[in-house]
């Protein structure tokens, strides 16, 4: 499922990046790579942009780009 589905609280376990070559480059040098667990910290009021927790720091990234990235539910 993409990251963009997920809500506030879920963990997950990043697959796949699907996204367009020069996006998945900056996602992963933004520490995003295949078997990162990641959590959702919170959404923007309408949705854009999603706060995620990844590798001990807090990331915003839009909707648009969190589409690329497919993932894992973690059980709760």
């Not at 990641?38 to 999603?50: C, K, W």
């Not at 995620?52 to 909707?63: D, E």
């Amino acid at each position: 499922m993409p990251l963009s589905e997920l809500r506030p609280g879920q963990k997950a376990v990043l697959q796949a990046i699907e996204a367009p070559t020069p996006l998945a480059h900056r996602l992963m040098a933004l520490g995003l790579v295949p078997g990162t667990e990641i959590e959702v910290m919170r959404t923007a009021v309408f949705g854009d942009p999603i706060e995620i927790r990844v590798r001990g720091f807090r990331l915003a990234l839009r909707k648009r780009d969190a589409q690329f990235l497919k993932v894992a539910v973690c059980p709760p």
